[in-house]
């Protein structure tokens, strides 16, 4: 991909895709990282060998792509201070932040821009990004494969046409690593209370959890066929998925990935309002 990529913010999502990029053989002096103090800027530094920079309008100077990677509450801030030097350059924008929609960059730009909204998430880092995007009416068919050139680099990409979608992929993909992540914890905590050590625990399921995702990937069966599969007639496995079901877990999923889509919603609410 002969393209410089400017990261705006070189916090956790930033790094996690910068280091997925450098991993799949992105050129490190194609891309720049920006943040206001150099100890923030260290460890992209050290760690993927990209350009730094504390000055955001220096940064993107020379950027074919300019990804918004800071926190949605400081994105006016960010935004309204590169207004000149986007108006300039013209960059593709590429925004990670949840709660905010490509309209109200758009603005805070100065308007006029090719701007994709993009929701990934951090197994970017190692390859196994998910993301969602969607692109504005000013992104080009060349700009928008840059955009999921750039994302595939580092896992799936799909599209949304719709863009009140993107608050479901946060929701779905986004946030998700982190409710992963609590099923190991909770895995973890239980298997010690039944007698396991918990670094034994904690690789078996890890494992687990990665073997049941391949499969998933791999298989031409759906979930509940593999889910069948394990389930012996008077087994284990029927009595802990019906304990799952009686304590009515599909629910508690369903609500909480509601939550987070209403979050996304309110957010977006409150900070373009301002
Ligand atoms: N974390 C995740 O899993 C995901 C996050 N996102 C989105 O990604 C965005 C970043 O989130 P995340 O990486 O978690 O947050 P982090 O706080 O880890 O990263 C944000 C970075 O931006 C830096 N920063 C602050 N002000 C500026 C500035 N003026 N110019 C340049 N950089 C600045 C911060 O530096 P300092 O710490 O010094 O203030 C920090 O390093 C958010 O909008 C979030 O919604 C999207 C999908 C997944
Ligand atoms: O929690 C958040 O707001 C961000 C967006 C998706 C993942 N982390």
């Given at each position: 991909m002969a393209t410089n990529i400017t990261f705006i913010g070189a916090?956790?999502?930033?790094s996690a895709i910068i280091g997925g990029l450098i991993d799949s053989g992105i050129a490190p002096d194609s891309i720049t990282a920006t943040s206001p103090t150099e100890d923030m800027l260290?460890?992209?530094?050290?760690?993927?060998?990209?350009?730094?920079?504390?000055?955001?309008?220096?940064?993107?100077?020379?950027?074919?792509?300019?990804?918004?990677?800071?926190?949605?509450?400081?994105?006016?801030?960010?935004?309204?201070?590169?207004?000149?030097?986007?108006?300039?350059q013209r960059p593709l924008i590429v925004s990670i932040a949840a709660g905010l929609d490509a309209e109200t960059i758009n603005q805070w730009l100065g308007g006029g821009h090719a701007v994709v909204r993009c929701m990934p998430n951090t197994p970017s880092l190692v390859g196994y990004g998910a993301s969602g995007l969607f692109a504005n009416q000013a992104v080009t068919s060349e700009q928008r494969d840059t955009a999921a050139q750039m994302m595939e680099a580092v896992g799936i990409?799909?599209?949304?046409?719709?863009?009140?979608?993107?608050?479901?992929?946060?929701?779905?993909?986004?946030?998700?690593?982190?409710?992963?992540?609590?099923?190991?914890?909770a895995m973890e905590e239980a298997a010690v209370k039944l007698g396991l050590p918990a670094d034994t625990a904690r690789?078996?399921?890890?494992?687990?959890?990665?073997?049941?995702?391949?499969?998933?990937?791999?298989?031409?069966?759906?979930?509940?066929?593999?889910?069948?599969?394990?389930?012996?007639?008077?087994?284990?496995?029927?009595?802990?998925i019906q304990h799952m079901e009686d304590a009515e877990l599909r629910k508690t999923i369903a609500d909480a990935m509601q939550a987070c889509a209403?979050?996304?919603?309110?957010?977006?609410?409150?900070l373009s309002a301002g």
């Open positions: 916090g956790n999502m930033a260290r460890p992209v530094s050290q760690r993927f060998g990209v350009n730094t920079q504390t000055d955001n309008n220096a940064a993107i100077c020379n950027a074919d792509v300019v990804v918004l990677a800071v926190k949605p509450q400081i994105m006016r801030d960010v935004c309204e201070a590169m207004q000149e030097t986007v108006l300039q990409v799909e599209w949304v046409e719709d863009e009140a979608l993107i608050d479901a992929v946060i929701a779905v993909s986004g946030s998700a690593p982190a409710y992963f992540f609590l099923m190991f914890e690789r078996l399921a890890i494992q687990t959890a990665l073997g049941a995702a391949t499969m998933a990937q791999r298989s031409e069966d759906t979930p509940a066929t593999l889910k069948q599969n394990v389930m012996s007639p008077g087994g284990t496995t029927e009595r802990a209403d979050r996304a919603q309110a957010m977006s609410k409150e």
